[in-house]
């Protein structure tokens, strides 16, 4: 039997059998599309019988069924008067420019003020934004063969200073992007599409290959436009000296009234905003700088702010904060992962103007056998349980969410005896202080991680594991706002790896993990021509991951397109240059009477002109 889409059995095979057969879950679809059964009921079938929200909502996409418009229930009946908004960022911005934004936290400031085609909702359904509607194959916006998607756009938008918004701003993004001379975060994303202007209000991204998904340029984080008019004499070498770099005109529900780079933002409501009623409230102030747990007690004790971003924060502390009945902790699943990268370059050593250049190699971390006994001296199930808590969970895997995309075969154990057999084996003697050594080379390592209480219990957990098995560990702690920082002229920026091994957090920006992982991909190898803005972050490359990841990009078959990104997954996290620790949570802190709209497959600020006080 022949069905359109993928076969819906792709979705079921994790977790044995389920209540549901094929048929079933067809003849829900099909309700779905006739009105009599909600998305929302949809969804929550699909995770009562083990199938995850953002699978049961590709389920939908692929069988053209509509989008919704928002995930929020929206009740403000005008915009504005709501009054002040107010965000703590502890991590503080230093850049509003989207396409620069290599942290997180600049993703999630230049959201304020730009806007993609589409996001992503917490349920992993495609929202138009700028795009009059998602396209499918039923409204002839994806072609049968999956080399092109057609984008209608939203009319009567309008940019922050009045000019009108069109096709000319969607194409000009794409050849900003894909410039490498820009030397763009997102130009993976651009780089091998053409993008055609069809009229005013639509364009046509064309791919070089069938491509299954097509949701990544102008979609999400990587996809915010920007206006060809205040941008189109900054691209290529010049993109670094645009003013709105720093002094964005968006589209979004905010226009910009003042920004102190690694301080403080100002905005005020777009009275010409393109959503009805919205925003809400009449102004915006996002504060950056301090630490999570000073961001978490302004907002769940002292109720001083409305929202707190990123709370990085042990459990049990929070816990105590939403004690004061003030405010509430709000958890999103994601598929974010807190992990550790071993550099197998030399960080000491400069070769053509940069420290941990891709040519060289690392004095002892190449030995696989030291990154093997390394992974075996994580001891997860305690930095989960005795620190994050309710924040994340143990994991031997890059990839968690959705689960389809988990490896099965990668799992984690803390073993020191085992670690210290495998160093034996491969000859790293103990010195007389302990610390072993072979060949005049001493595994001794610089261990950085940005400042932060859970961060840095878990890297003293893990030097302590690491003494027992004669490896030396200095830990380094960097402030929040310089580690995450894209300012190409700073050392200790994560990007640079200019240390042994790091810690930090990755999100996933998208309810499919292909672009996630073009950080395990040869081609993106951060470095000094790419001005360190580059995804692969580890320098370590393998043959076979790029042959896998370049085969899924063009595979329709979901089955052996899963497989393969398994397998780029698998060769990374077995190779041990990539260590993941935690499947980690989406964590927030809001006063009782703010509804938001969190995301875990999209920025914090995805749709914010939604936020209302109730």
């Known amino acids: 039997m022949q069905h359109d889409g993928p076969p819906v059995t792709t979705f079921l095979r994790e977790g044995g059998a389920h209540p549901m057969n094929e048929n079933e879950i067809r003849e829900a679809i099909a309700e779905v599309k006739d009105g009599t059964l909600s998305r929302r009921s949809f969804i929550r079938t699909m995770a009562a019988v083990g199938i995850a929200a953002p699978v049961a909502s590709q389920i939908l996409l692929w069988n053209d069924v509509a989008m919704a418009d928002a995930t929020l229930p929206y009740k403000p009946t005008k915009a504005g008067g709501g009054g002040p908004l107010k965000i703590l960022i502890w991590q503080a911005p230093t850049l509003l420019n989207p396409h620069f934004a290599l942290g997180t936290k600049d993703q999630v400031a230049s959201r304020i003020f730009f806007e993609p085609l589409a996001g992503w909702d917490r349920e992993g359904n495609l929202i138009p934004c700028l795009a009059a509607e998602v396209p499918t194959k039923a409204n002839g916006g994806l072609s049968p063969d999956g080399t092109s998607v057609t984008w209608k756009l939203k009319q009567g938008v309008r940019w922050h200073d009045g000019k009108p918004f069109t096709a000319d701003d969607v194409v000009f993004t794409w050849q900003y992007a894909a410039d490498l001379a820009t030397a763009a975060y997102t130009t993976g994303s651009y780089q091998n599409i053409k993008v055609e202007k069809i009229d005013d209000h639509t364009v046509k991204v064309i791919f070089k290959a069938p491509t299954p998904f097509w949701a990544d340029p102008f979609v999400g984080a990587v996809g915010q436009i920007l206006p060809k008019h205040h941008f189109g004499d900054y691209a290529g070498a010049k993109s670094r000296d645009a003013p709105g770099n720093l002094k964005p005109v968006g589209t979004g529900p905010y226009k910009f009234v003042e920004f102190k780079p690694g301080d403080l933002i100002l905005a005020e409501r ?84 940069e420290r941990s250049n891709a040519k060289t190699r690392h004095p002892t971390l190449s030995d696989p056998a030291v990154r093997r006994a390394f992974n075996l001296l994580v001891d997860r199930e305690a930095i989960q349980k005795f620190i994050y808590g309710r924040a994340a969970v143990a994991t031997a895997s890059f990839v968690n969410q959705p689960s389809q995309f988990k490896s099965s075969r990668l799992k984690y154990e803390f073993n020191v005896d085992k670690a210290n057999k495998i160093l034996d084996e491969a000859g790293w ?19 950085q991680t940005s400042i932060n209480a859970p961060r840095q219990k878990t890297q003293a957990i893990i030097k302590q594991a690491c003494q027992k098995a004669g490896i030396d560990i200095e830990i380094k702690s960097v402030t929040a706002s310089v580690f995450f920082s894209s300012d190409v002229g700073n050392p200790d920026t994560y990007s640079k790896l200019y240390c042994d091994m790091e810690m930090y957090n990755t999100t996933q920006p998208q309810p499919d993990p292909e672009r996630f992982l073009n950080q395990c991909v040869s081609w993106e190898i951060s470095s000094k021509e790419n001005k360190w803005l580059g995804r692969n972050v580890s320098r370590w490359s393998d043959p076979e991951a790029d042959k896998a990841y370049k085969a899924a990009q063009s595979e329709l078959d979901p089955v052996k397109r899963a497989a393969l990104l398994i397998k780029v997954n698998e060769i990374f996290c077995e190779a041990n240059v990539l260590v993941p620790l935690l499947s980690r949570n989406i964590v927030g802190g809001a006063v009782n009477s703010l509804m938001t709209d969190i995301s875990g497959w999209d920025v914090t600020t995805w749709n914010l002109g939604s936020w209302y006080r109730s």
């Open 429 to 447: 003697k103990m010195d007389a202080d302990g610390i072993r050594e072979k060949d005049g080379k001493k595994l001794k390592y610089v261990f």
């Open 270 to 353: 777009n009275p010409d905003y393109h959503v009805k009623n919205q925003p809400y409230f009449d102004t915006l102030e996002v504060k950056g700088g301090g630490d999570a747990v000073s961001a978490a007690r302004a907002v769940l004790q002292t109720g001083e702010y409305d929202y707190a971003w990123n709370l990085l924060v042990e459990d049990e502390v929070l816990k105590r904060m939403e004690a004061s009945g003030k405010g509430k902790v709000e958890f999103t699943l994601s598929g974010g992962v807190e992990f550790i990268v071993l550099n197998t370059t030399d960080p000491w050593t400069e070769v053509d103007g």
